[in-house]
DNA sequence: CTGAAAACTGTACCGCGAGTACAGGAGGGG
DNA sequence: CCCCTCCTGTACTCGCGGTACAGTTTTCAG
């Protein structure tokens, strides 16, 4: 009872590594059993088959990934009242949780079932479409909660602009881990949140950040060639 | 010698759209011979292995790839002598270009490599990173000219900047191929055109916008819920 | 302490797909 | 005519997914 969630949650850690570096395709089922331990027939007991394997895998990915962001954006509204103040600090939040991540992002499972689609059933696709759109469901929430009191500077649709947050991170993961800089996601998130800051607050800056930009730009910012 | 080219790129188109749908690893040699009409022999006579054949898949891809932005963005620079404006048009071509495929992009092979990686040796990442880097200096170049004229409203990093374009792009198919919805991605790169406005561009717009934003949300654009 | 269920191990086997090894054949160009 | 490109055919190896099933150890409830 205990000791087989376990060796299952073993398994499942093994695989998970291993399928983000290498595509489900690309593990093979003996390899697991070798990291892990344990005997073909010992694998077969937890899961009956690939398939179920990479159910199991998904689900409790999106699970933990739901975890990560209902903390990391309530921890942010307890420190901020403002919606928007909120979800902005809440970005910095994560591309400072990102940054972090001592070998960078190591891929989201989402995206390798995407890219691997064909060969698993409906239940898993739906899953995965079904993640993406608690994704649309969760940002589209913060950003009406943010729309009730600012306006936005240019007309958006709330659904498109929430796909936006997903687009960054799954694009900045294919980017990161393509190009090898763990810290491209990070600053990704970062331009996000410059994105977000812009569509609702005004032009006048926080000294902080004005300060910052005669540093880069010069005091009046014209013609910057570089 | 031309019989042989012709072979090959039929090979590869089928492959192409094999790998796409379910990864490398899902896609299997026989298969494709069928497909293709081929036997096993004659395939091994183009590619050696299928670690060749997904060489010679990613640099057509990426090829191909480079020549479409081309077309997309001299095109738009003949139209537009202002670089910001003729960037701006650029995205609108390209949302139009996807959001008229029938079925939707069919996926990034940059992106396949990515989540494939460990399958692969030193050559196909180096291709791949060189692919991704290639398209932060493509954007990067014109948001540098863009800068020669417009200060950004936000201090923002050239390559960052740039690389968001490729994380929208990313992210995007992988939304719209997960939620099976084509234009989730044309609509991304629509999304990520008002950031590169709003980022360059007063808030006053331009009288052929101002119309089409009365059109949408009413003349004063205030309090906009949703 | 016991007994049954849970959590495995061990062995043996099937079929598919990647890849190898050659031998040979069609067709076109110099 | 011969050689080179572009294949076909056959036959084999090997790793891997998956099955089958018998037997063994561990765990825990009563």
Redesign the interface.
Known sequence: MRKGEETRNRILDVAEAAV????????SIEELIAETGITKSGFFYHFKDKNELAKALLNRYIENDERIYDEIFSRARDLMDDPLQSFLLGLKLLSELLSDLPNGHP?CL??????????FDHEIQDT??N???AWRRRFGRMF?EI??VY????????D??A??V???????I??S????EPN?LA??V??LR??V???FL??I?SPL?AV??DQ??GA???????
């Open positions: 983000l570096q290498k595509g489900f395709g690309g593990t891929g989402v995206a390798t079932v995407c890219y691997y689609e064909r060969l995965n479409r993640a993406v759109l009406r729309m009730a306006s936005p500077r240019e007309p958006v649709d709330v498109q602009l796909d936006m997903s687009s960054v991170l799954e694009g900045g294919v980017l881990k393509t190009l090898k491209t600053e990704q970062l331009m410059i994105f800051k812009m569509l005004p032009a800056e950040v910052r930009h880069i730009y009046a910012g014209g013609g910057g060639r570089l």
